[in-house]
């Protein structure tokens, strides 16, 4: 037994001696920090000779920013190296690394990764062989990218070779687009964004259809310019019209100043075939190529001193622009295209602008006819000086200023003959008896140089509008507020034609109106103070003007008929119909002396909520209802009446809630015993869902026929959301069966499909603008900095054209 014990003391001393002629080495399982690295596995093994440890089972290293997973590890803290093997993984606070094994340069921060991937946020990096240069830089070969959160990824590229700087650009060698893994168009090098911000680089194509132009593929460059500055450059292939060039520059100078230039070039192969360009031609023109552009410019400018400068440029080559491509000029329908620019200062209590306006008429047949018969502004000047007091006394003051250049670069008044029945005037042409002319390429405008006040019109000349009231407001018994006003009106007129070049308007209005206010307040009875509670306005008013005094010598400008034989109303509309009336038609309603004797009986409803926003109370007029009708006293008091007393009777209604609103304006004519209509209904809901519907129904007076010119109109309009399916149209139908040509007029949708993922969105977008040629689009947008894609907004269909 004594033998035993000895030989096992011997056995254990030899052993010792041979552990201590070999490197120390360790054993444990636990946590250790070594040369500023924090080492944690379920084994490990030291080797301190050489500096080296091994680990193995849930391993995890921690080195200043990076967390490094592994089931086995071996680290070097001489070289500063990490083999890394088994679901390796590398946070670092901008990526995620993982692969089956990686060799590291952990003081670096660079190395190789095997059969792995780098995630940055959503975009995420695939590859046999990744390496990674940097903190943000990497190497990917035969690999792959997407940035699709989901698994797999709806879309993606892979290429020979990736060099990718997070934060920056992805440039990938030999790139194919991938949906659903399966390969669809090849390139032959890519540069994708990394990050959110703006870069340059090309933007997703887009696919076009339409019968007029055919099939249409647009590339699209995107160019940063600097921080408050950017370019798109667009190239369209159309397969019948040819190539055609879009630019567009946008600006920010400020948070209220901003500027956006759109521009388009193109030589249309299909328009000069056309008929109505054929038409018109002469024969030696017939065919010939023809260069269409528009140009569309919007500024708004903020200057020191109070100063606003702004401008709206619309113009194009032709005037079929805007019906062929509504979504460029974005004015298809208007009767011109509108070119202001101004300049104005406004302060406390005055106004001064400087504006010029140049009007293209776009309601000629000739789609290259000339511009000569449009009127412009050029310029207008205005000073408008409101409420003041008029020094110690209770009496408050305010004048109005307005000098207006109206011309055109062709004659100063148009040449018109009468019809058969002397019921209109139309401009005196070749072809005697014809007032549409303009479609006729056989009849041509006949302009002899002289004027004639007993048929012609004047349309051109200068205008100095000189307006100044007095007023002060009482309370009669607290119950009723009382506002009488003074005012005197001057008008200075020099023509450009005729024997009388000269003519001066002088007269003095007086006014006074009587306004009472009922008050109900509804839910006050509620215990609760920060209870919501409705505010109902109930206000009758009584409006009486009149004009005692006027002071106006006749002249042609004005027409051949007695003036006081007229009554014209603030709101009546100057149209076409005027041309055959006996008083002409001037520059605008400013040059009519209208309400020359007028009561208007006005009943007001308004309900007020007032709710709680945190601890401030908001009050929101969520709904109106107005009513109105005049009785004319100076007509009334006529020997022979030229039309009856009492006005029309014009109702509005207004409701914004947070789920429905209404905007509806009704106006009945007694003497037609129609009612003019429009009227807007939209129902929607917290998820961007809708249901509109909006009716506009028009009759003219002075029509031989009413119901065959109404406009009566219908519009649809309705948008859906949901996780793979945005979706949302209009359309417009024609209701009056006395004078239509097609039950649908236009009609726009837009459906946004979602693939899985939140990653990337094809438009399919197709419409069909008044008149018009149906067009086709589908565009697809790529989330490339992993921001998932807004769903359209609504106003999106207000630019095809209805």
Same mark, same amino acid.
């Given at each position: 037994m004594?033998?035993?014990?000895?030989?096992?003391?011997?056995?254990?001393?030899?052993?010792?001696?041979?552990?201590?002629?070999i490197?120390?080495?360790?054993?444990?399982?636990?946590?250790?920090?070594?040369?500023?690295?924090?080492?944690? +596995? $379920?084994?490990?093994?030291?080797?301190?000779?050489?500096?080296?440890m *091994? &680990?193995? %089972? /849930? =391993?995890? #290293?921690?080195?200043?920013?990076?967390?490094?997973? +592994? $089931?086995?590890?071996k680290?070097?803290?001489?070289?500063?190296q990490? *083999? &890394?093997? %088994? /679901? =390796?993984? #590398?946070?670092?606070p901008k990526?995620?690394?993982?692969?089956?094994?990686?060799?590291?340069?952990?003081?670096?921060?660079?190395?190789?990764?095997?059969?792995?991937?780098?995630?940055?946020?959503?975009?995420v990096?695939?590859?046999?062989?990744?390496?990674?240069?940097?903190?943000?830089?990497?190497?990917?070969?035969?690999?792959?990218?997407?940035?699709?959160?989901?698994?797999?990824?709806?879309?993606?590229?892979?290429?020979?070779?990736?060099?990718?700087?997070l934060?920056?650009?992805a440039?990938?060698?030999?790139?194919?687009?991938?949906?659903?893994?399966?390969?669809?168009?090849?390139?032959?090098?890519?540069?994708?964004?990394?990050?959110?911000?703006?870069?340059?680089?090309l933007?997703?194509?887009?696919?076009?259809?339409?019968?007029?132009?055919?099939w249409?593929?647009?590339?699209?460059?995107?160019?940063?310019?600097?921080?408050n500055?950017?370019?798109?450059?667009?190239?369209?292939?159309?397969?019948?019209?040819?190539?055609?060039?879009?630019?567009?520059?946008?600006?920010?100078?400020?948070?209220?100043?901003?500027?956006?230039?759109?521009?388009?070039?193109?030589?249309d192969?299909?328009?000069?075939n056309?008929?109505?360009?054929?038409?018109?031609?002469?024969?030696?023109?017939?065919?010939?190529?023809?260069?269409?552009?528009?140009?569309?410019?919007?500024?708004?400018?903020e200057m020191?001193?109070?100063?606003i400068?702004?401008?709206?440029?619309?113009?194009?080559?032709?005037?079929?622009?805007?019906?062929d491509?509504?979504?460029?000029?974005?004015?298809?329908?208007?009767a011109?295209m509108?070119?202001?620019?101004?300049?104005?200062?406004?302060?406390?209590?005055?106004?001064?602008?400087?504006?010029t306006?140049?009007?293209?008429?776009?309601?000629?047949?000739?789609?290259?006819?000339?511009?000569?018969?449009?009127?412009?502004?050029?310029?207008?000047?205005?000073?408008?000086?409101?409420?003041?007091?008029?020094?110690?006394?209770?009496?408050?003051?305010?004048?109005?200023?307005?000098?207006?250049?109206?011309?055109?670069?062709?004659?100063?008044?148009d040449?018109?003959?009468?019809?058969?029945?002397?019921?209109y005037?139309y401009?005196?042409?070749?072809?005697?008896?014809?007032?549409?002319?303009?479609?006729?390429?056989?009849?041509?405008?006949l302009?002899?140089?002289?004027?004639?006040?007993?048929?012609?019109?004047?349309r051109t000349g200068?205008?100095?509008?000189?307006?100044?009231?007095?007023?002060?407001?009482?309370?009669?018994?607290?119950?009723?507020?009382l506002?009488?006003?003074?005012s005197?009106?001057?008008?200075?007129?020099?023509?450009?034609?005729?024997?009388?070049?000269?003519?001066?308007?002088?007269?003095?209005?007086?006014?006074?109106?009587?306004?009472?206010?009922?008050?109900?307040?509804?839910?006050?009875?509620?215990?609760?103070?920060?209870?919501?509670?409705?505010?109902?306005?109930?206000?009758p008013?009584?409006?009486?003007?009149?004009?005692?005094?006027?002071?106006?010598?006749?002249?042609?400008?004005?027409?051949h008929?007695?003036e006081?034989?007229?009554?014209?109303?603030?709101?009546d509309?100057?149209?076409?119909?005027?041309?055959?009336?006996?008083?002409?038609?001037?520059?605008?309603?400013?040059?009519?002396?209208?309400?020359?004797?007028?009561?208007?009986?006005?009943?007001?409803?308004?309900?007020?909520?007032?709710?709680?926003?945190?601890?401030?109370?908001?009050?929101?007029?969520?709904?109106?209802f107005?009513?109105?009708?005049?009785?004319?006293?100076?007509?009334?008091?006529?020997?022979?009446?030229?039309?009856?007393?009492?006005?029309?009777?014009?109702?509005?209604?207004?409701?914004?809630?947070?789920?429905?609103?209404?905007?509806?304006?009704l106006?009945?004519?007694?003497?037609?015993?129609?009612?003019?209509?429009?009227?807007?209904?939209?129902?929607?809901?917290?998820?961007?869902?809708?249901?509109?519907?909006q009716?506009?129904?028009?009759?003219?007076?002075?029509e031989?026929?009413i119901?065959?010119?109404?406009?009566?109109?219908?519009?649809?309009?309705?948008?859906?959301?949901?996780?793979?399916?945005?979706?949302?149209?209009?359309?417009?139908?024609d209701?009056?069966?006395?004078?239509?040509?097609?039950?649908?007029k236009?009609?726009?949708?837009?459906?946004?499909?979602?693939?899985?993922?939140?990653?990337?969105?094809?438009n399919?977008?197709?419409f069909?603008?008044?008149?018009?040629?149906?067009?086709?689009?589908?565009?697809?947008?790529?989330?490339f900095?992993?921001?998932?894609?807004?769903?359209?907004?609504?106003?999106?269909?207000?630019?095809?054209?209805?």
């Amino acid at each position: 037994m004594i033998k035993q014990r000895v030989l096992i003391a011997l056995l254990l001393f030899l052993f010792s001696g041979f552990f201590a002629l070999i490197p120390l080495r360790a054993r444990a399982q636990a946590s250790a920090r070594l040369q500023d690295i924090l080492l944690n +596995a $379920d084994s490990s093994i030291r080797d301190s000779e050489n500096q080296t440890m *091994e &680990l193995e %089972g /849930n =391993v995890q #290293i921690v080195f200043k920013n990076q967390h490094i997973k +592994a $089931d086995k590890a071996k680290v070097n803290f001489l070289t500063r190296q990490a *083999e &890394l093997t %088994g /679901n =390796v993984e #590398i946070a670092t606070p901008k990526a995620m690394i993982a692969g089956s094994a990686a060799s590291l340069d952990y003081e670096n921060n660079t190395g190789i990764i095997y059969n792995g991937y780098v995630q940055s946020g959503p975009v995420v990096f695939s590859g046999a062989i990744l390496q990674k240069a940097g903190e943000d830089e990497y190497y990917i070969s035969d690999a792959e990218y997407t940035a699709c959160t989901n698994c797999p990824a709806t879309w993606g590229f892979s290429g020979s070779h990736i060099r990718a700087e997070l934060g920056g650009y992805a440039y990938i060698k030999n790139p194919f687009l991938k949906i659903y893994s399966v390969p669809v168009i090849w390139l032959p090098y890519l540069i994708v964004p990394l990050k959110s911000d703006r870069q340059t680089g090309l933007l997703p194509p887009r696919i076009e259809n339409s019968s007029a132009g055919g099939w249409a593929l647009s590339e699209s460059f995107f160019w940063a310019l600097s921080r408050n500055t950017d370019a798109t450059f667009t190239f369209t292939n159309y397969e019948k019209r040819g190539l055609k060039g879009l630019a567009e520059y946008r600006y920010v100078f400020g948070e209220h100043s901003y500027g956006n230039f759109n521009s388009g070039f193109i030589v249309d192969r299909v328009f000069k075939n056309e008929p109505r360009v054929t038409q018109f031609e002469t024969p030696g023109r017939k065919g010939q190529d023809l260069s269409r552009w528009f140009v569309r410019y919007d500024h708004y400018y903020e200057m020191p001193g109070d100063f606003i400068q702004r401008a709206q440029i619309n113009a194009a080559s032709d005037l079929q622009y805007p019906k062929d491509f509504p979504e460029e000029t974005l004015n298809h329908g208007d009767a011109a295209m509108d070119n202001r620019v101004s300049l104005t200062k406004n302060d406390f209590d005055r106004h001064l602008s400087l504006d010029t306006s140049y009007y293209v008429n776009l309601l000629q047949s000739n789609a290259l006819a000339s511009n000569n018969n449009a009127v412009h502004r050029l310029p207008e000047i205005r000073y408008t000086q409101t409420s003041r007091k008029l020094g110690n006394s209770s009496l408050l003051y305010s004048y109005n200023l307005d000098y207006v250049n109206f011309t055109r670069s062709g004659p100063s008044f148009d040449n018109l003959e009468y019809s058969a029945d002397r019921s209109y005037r139309y401009m005196k042409n070749t072809c005697t008896g014809n007032p549409i002319y303009d479609k006729d390429p056989a009849c041509r405008l006949l302009l002899d140089g002289n004027f004639d006040p007993a048929t012609d019109l004047l349309r051109t000349g200068q205008r100095l509008d000189a307006t100044g009231t007095l007023y002060r407001s009482f309370t009669l018994g607290g119950y009723m507020d009382l506002l009488p006003s003074l005012s005197y009106r001057e008008t200075h007129y020099q023509f450009n034609a005729g024997e009388d070049p000269y003519n001066v308007r002088r007269y003095a209005r007086a006014s006074l109106s009587a306004k009472t206010t009922l008050s109900q307040v509804y839910g006050a009875e509620d215990s609760n103070p920060r209870a919501n509670k409705y505010k109902h306005d109930f206000q009758p008013e009584i409006i009486a003007t009149t004009i005692p005094w006027l002071y106006h010598p006749r002249h042609d400008f004005f027409g051949h008929a007695n003036e006081t034989d007229g009554t014209f109303y603030m709101s009546d509309n100057l149209s076409d119909t005027d041309t055959g009336s006996p008083y002409g038609i001037q520059f605008d309603y400013t040059d009519r002396v209208y309400d020359r004797g007028l009561v208007t009986f006005v009943l007001n409803n308004k309900l007020i909520q007032k709710k709680w926003v945190g601890d401030l109370p908001q009050y929101l007029q969520i709904a109106s209802f107005k009513i109105f009708q005049s009785y004319d006293t100076y007509q009334a008091g006529l020997r022979n009446r030229t039309r009856d007393p009492w006005s029309d009777v014009t109702a509005i209604l207004d409701v914004r809630l947070s789920q429905f609103q209404t905007y509806t304006v009704l106006t009945y004519m007694p003497d037609l015993k129609v009612t003019n209509i429009s009227s807007r209904v939209r129902l929607n809901n917290d998820f961007g869902q809708f249901f509109q519907v909006q009716l506009t129904k028009t009759f003219k007076r002075h029509e031989q026929d009413i119901n065959r010119t109404r406009v009566e109109d219908y519009t649809f309009g309705a948008g859906f959301t949901s996780g793979y399916l945005n979706l949302m149209g209009k359309f417009v139908y024609d209701a009056n069966w006395a004078n239509r040509q097609k039950n649908i007029k236009s009609w726009a949708y837009v459906a946004q499909i979602k693939p899985p993922g939140e990653c990337w969105v094809i438009n399919l977008t197709q419409f069909l603008p008044t008149g018009g040629d149906t067009k086709t689009f589908v565009n697809f947008e790529y989330s490339f900095g992993g921001e998932p894609k807004p769903a359209l907004p609504p106003e999106t269909l207000d630019q095809f054209g209805f």
